[in-house]
């Protein structure tokens, strides 16, 4: 098996803990809601803003093919 360079290992471990972040504050919202006296939902919202605020930040980094040729 052919060994993967650092590059792509920082890579793997960059994208775990991005994805790792929102999962991990999905676990915590009722207790962030209560130290910043909000409700969930106002907690919910500013979660789904941020996630796609990710998305649209990992969509615009994404380099497309051309499809002209050369």
């Known amino acids: ?3 993967l360079p650092l590059a792509i290992w920082a890579m ?3 994208a775990f803990a991005m994805g790792a972040d929102e999962f991990i ?3 915590v919202v009722r207790e962030i809601a209560q130290s910043l006296n909000v409700t969930i939902g106002a907690v919910g919202a500013l ?3 941020y996630a796609l605020g990710v998305a649209t930040r990992r969509a615009r980094d994404v380099r497309w093919p051309s499809s002209s040729p050369g």
């Open 1 to 3: 098996m052919r060994k």
């Open 12 to 14: 793997v471990v960059g």
């Open 47 to 49: 979660e789904s803003v």
């Open 25 to 27: 504050v999905a676990g």
